[in-house]
């Protein structure tokens, strides 16, 4: 892997009491610059948005490039590279096998199919499932993606974000119907994501498949944005069961945060 001098000396200094290797720390932080921004920047753009000079940028991306971890545009932007790609998938599927345990005692506490996903790009990805004990159940594919405007767990995640940057994605995305439950257009959108930041909770009532409710709850202070939820036939998943379901779901979802919490700081 091609080095510059200047990296070998970056990597030579410590981030102030942190013990971390300083160009590491930069190098991670720009991508996850670039992540916010969408994938594609400009130099200056990262120089603005992290105060580093811009010679100082170079030379990390240089190295970011090289190792296929970033990749230059032919408008000379910069964009996420495909070596990301194999990274993310699989701390996906370990996300997801470390979260099963959680979502199994979700499954004892409420009898429904406990689901845990991301958001990844536009898009929303199943990373884990555990399935309900009932004959009649529902069953997601780990590793499905979906479009966020049509799921529980889409609008749990999407709540948190400003409304100007939901109409952006929506606007990426289309809002096909899958049923004719499933809300179509922006404004009936936000309008649910306001109940799910009044509530608490996110609901999908037969908008992604006919018959099946989910209820669904963002994992506070994830490090990717993260929810859990439970699935399962409309006829079960009642406003009664609601009201017994969704606390359950929060506290797994807290524990899970902790969790998420007390790995990163012992990683740390």
Known sequence: MPTSSASTTDSAKTANGGGGVQSLERAFDLLERMADAGGEVGLSELSASSGL???????????????????????????LGPRLIRLGESAARLLGTWARPYLAR??????????MALLDGDEIVYVAQVPSKHSMRM?????RRVLPHSTGVGKALLAGFPDDEVRALLARTGMPAATDKTITTPEGFLAALEDVRRLGYAVDDNEQEIGVRCLAVPVPDSPTTAAISISGPAGRVTEAATERIVPALQQVARELSAALATSVANGA
Do not use: D
């Open 139 to 143: 069953f997601t594919e780990v590793g």
């Open 53 to 79: 000079p811009l010679p100082t940028i170079h030379r990390l991306m240089r190295t970011l490039v090289a190792c296929g971890y970033v990749r230059q545009q032919p408008n000379r932007r910069y964009a």
């Open 106 to 115: 979700l499954v004892e506490e409420t009898g429904e199919t406990a689901n």
